[in-house]
């Protein structure tokens, strides 16, 4: 059984929010008049990561821009999960690997949720005051559970790390979609509940990690499993 959790951390691109799909869009918006498509194996090595390093630095300007990020909905079960957890205090954050601006993009209009429920509880991927490499290495989410959260889970090296912060990892429940992240959190000596989309499923990648839990969706979490309060 996993042990009982203490602390979420929470991605946000594609499992929170349902931005994935206004990426794709404005990809293949782009790639149309040459013929092409982005294809999943594609997709699947872009997802999760930084986007300097996914090297698509004309869509960064676009997705600044883009009129579309206003309207992005929470995805379904989102909003339930989130909710229930600030009910009952348990301590969490988000740990994303977009940009800080985008991230404002993204969420202004989801205040309920990302400011009145995390309360500032953010990294982003560009905050350099950590020196942090991207997914799929753990430091954005040992910075968010050590920096934000104030766990004592130690650096980022899990060779680093004293016996008593590895075992303050294991309390902490990482949520994911992407390959790279759920790598990231495994990396991290958490949990993981993996939610990526079906056609991720298919996707060969390198690594040993495997997510501690597959869900279609979140609404199929079932928060006792994972030692958190049941929903009402």
């Given at each position: 059984?996993p ?10 691109d594609?499992l ?14 782009i ?5 092409k ?5 594609i ?16 869509l960064?300007a ?11 909905p929470?995805l379904?079960?989102a ?13 969490m954050?988000?740990a ?13 209009h ?8 995390f ?5 982003c991927?560009?905050?350099t005051q ?7 290495e753990p430091?954005?989410f ?8 104030g766990?004592?889970v130690?650096?980022a090296?899990?060779?680093d ?7 303050e ?6 949520f994911?979609?992407?390959l790279?992240?759920m ?6 000596g ?14 060969e990648?390198?690594?040993e990690?495997k997510?501690?839990?597959?869900l ?7 928060p ?5 309060p049941p929903?009402?």
């Open positions: 059984m042990p009982s959790i203490e602390f979420v951390l929470f991605d946000m594609g929170l929010i349902d931005s994935e799909a206004i990426y794709t869009k404005v990809t293949n918006t790639l149309a008049p040459y013929g498509e982005m294809t999943w194996d997709k699947a090595g872009c997802m999760g990561k930084p986007e300097r390093e996914a090297a698509v630095h004309l960064n676009m997705r600044s821009k883009t009129p579309l990020w206003p309207t992005v929470l379904p079960g909003r339930k999960l989130i909710l229930h957890l600030r009910a009952h205090k348990i301590p954050a988000v994303t690997s977009s940009r800080r601006r985008n991230f404002e993009l993204k969420t202004g989801l205040g309920e949720i990302f400011i009145d429920c309360e500032g509880k953010v990294v991927g560009d905050d950590w020196n942090m490499r991207g997914k799929p430091d954005i040992i910075v968010a559970a050590r920096e934000i959260l766990r004592d130690g650096p090296d899990a060779g790390a004293a016996p008593n912060q590895l075992a990892r294991k309390k902490g429940l990482v994911e979609d992407a790279p992240g790598q990231a959190g495994k990396r991290a958490m949990a993981v509940v993996w939610v990526p989309d079906a056609n991720l499923l298919g996707v990648y390198s690594g990690e997510a501690d839990q597959i279609k969706s979140l609404e199929e979490f079932v006792e499993e994972w030692g958190l929903y009402a």
